[in-house]
């Protein structure tokens, strides 16, 4: 597997729309016309809504045990009992921890947080922080993003004679905790309209039925917003239905750069509040909030989230920014690290599993996913511990790696995830076994299939029929974009290069200039700088299209995706 270069993508344009949408649509040019068939707008109707972000807000009350959940919370703060809110130290976790905390303490409850260090503790709830919870009076537990899959840790908390609600997005399996309300739209018993809310999409769900049962002067739901487009966006789960039209509130919320640490980080990511994208929370801002609980702990990027002095914020802000070029550093030298123990060690080849001691349990995840870019098959990256190693999965479209997880269950100590992206803690006894059965499932599985990535475009355009006046303010309108709701992307091919050179730190990334004889644009191609010594005279670029802020000047540039020689 060492010799694998970069899987060769297959790319996959649309189907063009047929000739009744495209006359259903006549209103809008031709090029958005197809972008908006891609996306399921068959009617105007549908078209104006989704280009509006308009879609149902749901009541917080269709999500089940929501009622049980309110009125205890309610008791907890008339009785002024002490209240904890039990998080994950990922930027979703993070962010519905600090927005569940501001919400009660509005209501003058006396809550406190509580965030696990990945390191000491692990994922999710466990009994030695539940001991120290109660130790300290807490008589209610509300968990945000974590302990749909904890019943032991709720009984003991039930035993300690605390309460628990929990709220978590996350797959069930078995039984249901036993907890006073389990809040999760994914839980079989129940019928919310859209699975898809990320954890803090649920918190703002409590925040909304509380504030709905109980209206307080001066507040509404809608002023955590901003939480709820950093932490849906950074989850990346999917950006449709409800959470889309979350996160479009939540961006303009953003841009008004009322929240001290946000305009902070934004200040030393070198990032325009006022212009702030879904692409700049996912790609600049969630990465520095989730490097704090990578590296050291998740307290600083809450402390970040919660703070209302302007001088603490700005000295927040730049410890995950160097704490976040830190991360990158360690992720580039682990990934080397671990493709050499895999040139070593290939194993069956229809998946990745490498674990070693130096690895650390903080960027395994995001070195898992770099392996998927490499070979294209899931990859499973672990820390082996004295007695237990901690991995992170990731996967590729034709592989569920949480059901996968689950036909081991019996070897490990715990785990969870989603169909893409999951976890576990095992005995270091039993890693071997679980290579074993994870490869022999990943084979028979993947063992037949051709394994190539998919690019998927919108459509093939000759280079100059990107209008901007036209096009722009229609792409525009397609944010926020992200899984399941993707951005505009084009094919233009025989584009001559005019120009091409490396950029950026170690010369990774590729700077071009390309035409169709017509016109001419520059374009960035990120990950691509080992095209510059070999670029040829003609190529294809599927790409998307955007306005580039930098250094204050604006101009327009195609971000390539993928290049072909033509």
């Known amino acids: 597997m060492s010799d694998t270069p970069t899987p060769v993508r297959n790319?996959?344009?649309a189907e063009q729309l047929p000739a009744e949408i495209d006359a259903e649509l006549r209103a809008y040019p031709a090029i958005v016309r197809q972008l908006l068939y891609n996306r399921g707008c068959l009617t105007a109707s549908e078209a104006e809504q989704y280009l509006s972000c308009n879609g149902p807000i749901y009541d917080p009350f269709l999500l089940t045990d929501m009622d049980q959940a309110v009125e205890r919370i309610w008791h907890s703060i008339q009785a002024e009992e002490p209240i904890a809110i039990y998080g994950d130290y990922d930027v979703d976790g993070v962010t519905a921890t600090a927005l569940l905390t501001q919400v009660l303490r509005s209501f003058g409850a006396k809550v406190e947080a509580y965030i696990p260090n990945r390191f000491e503790e692990g994922y999710g709830l466990n009994n030695e922080a539940l001991d120290s919870l109660a130790q300290n009076g807490t008589r209610l537990i509300i968990t945000v993003d974590c302990g749909i899959r904890s019943p032991?840790?709720?009984?003991?908390?039930?035993?300690?004679g605390m309460e628990m609600i929990i709220s978590d997005h996350h797959h069930p399996q078995g039984d249901l905790p036993r907890a006073t309300a389990v809040i999760c739209q994914r839980r079989p018993d129940n019928t919310y309209p859209d699975v898809n809310l990320a954890g803090v999409g649920l918190a703002y769900k409590i925040a909304q039925a509380l504030l709905t049962r109980h209206p307080l002067p001066g507040h509404s739901a809608e002023e955590w917003l901003d939480l709820v487009a950093l932490g849906t966006i950074a989850d990346i789960v999917p950006l449709t239905g409800e959470n889309r039209s979350l996160v479009r509130a939540g961006l303009n919320r953003l841009r008004l750069g009322q929240r001290v640490g946000i305009r902070a980080l934004a200040q030393a990511a070198g990032i325009a509040i006022e212009r702030l994208t879904a692409s700049d929370v996912g790609f600049s801002l969630g990465p520095r909030l989730n490097a704090a609980g990578r590296l050291e702990s998740a307290l600083a990027a809450y402390a970040l989230l919660m703070a209302n002095d302007v001088q603490e914020a700005g000295l927040l802000a730049q410890k995950l920014d160097d704490q976040n070029r830190q991360r990158q550093t360690l992720t580039h030298n682990l990934q080397k690290t671990a493709e050499e123990l895999i040139a070593a060690d290939p194993g069956e080849g229809s998946l990745v599993f490498v674990a070693h001691p130096d690895f650390s349990s903080g960027v395994v995840g995001l070195v898992a996913a770099r392996l998927v870019e490499t070979y294209y098959r899931p990859a499973i990256v672990g820390q082996i511990g004295n007695t237990s190693t901690r991995a992170s999965c990731r996967s590729i479209s034709e592989f569920h790696i949480t059901d996968a997880l689950d036909q081991c269950a019996d070897l490990m100590e715990r785990h969870g995830g989603h169909s893409m992206a999951a976890g576990f803690t095992i005995r270091n006894?039993?890693?071997?076994?679980?290579?074993?059965?994870?490869?022999?499932?990943?084979?028979?599985?993947?063992g037949g299939l051709e394994l190539r990535p998919t690019l998927r475009a919108?459509?093939?355009?000759?280079?100059?029929?990107?209008?901007?006046?036209?096009?722009?303010?229609?792409?525009?309108?397609?944010?926020?974009t992200g899984m399941s709701n993707?951005?505009?992307?084009?094919?233009?091919?025989?584009l001559h290069v005019t120009q091409a050179r490396a950029i950026g730190?170690?010369?990774t990334h590729l700077r071009l200039i390309v035409t169709d004889g017509n016109i001419y644009y520059d374009a960035i191609a990120f990950r691509m700088g080992a095209w510059a010594t070999q670029i040829p005279e003609r190529v294809d670029l599927l790409y998307t299209f955007e306005r580039n802020n930098y250094q204050g000047r604006e101009g327009l540039q195609l971000v390539v995706r993928d290049l072909k020689p033509a």
């Open 11 to 13: 790319w996959k344009i």
């Open 152 to 160: 032991v840790e709720a009984e003991h908390a039930r035993a300690l």
């Open 429 to 446: 006894e039993n890693l071997p076994e679980l290579r074993r059965r994870l490869n022999a499932i990943a084979h028979e599985k993947l």
């Open 458 to 480: 919108d459509m093939e355009i000759p280079l100059s029929a990107l209008q901007p006046g036209l096009l722009l303010p229609y792409l525009d309108r397609l944010q926020p």
């Open 486 to 494: 993707p951005d505009a992307v084009f094919i233009s091919r025989r």
């Open 505 to 507: 730190k170690d010369q």
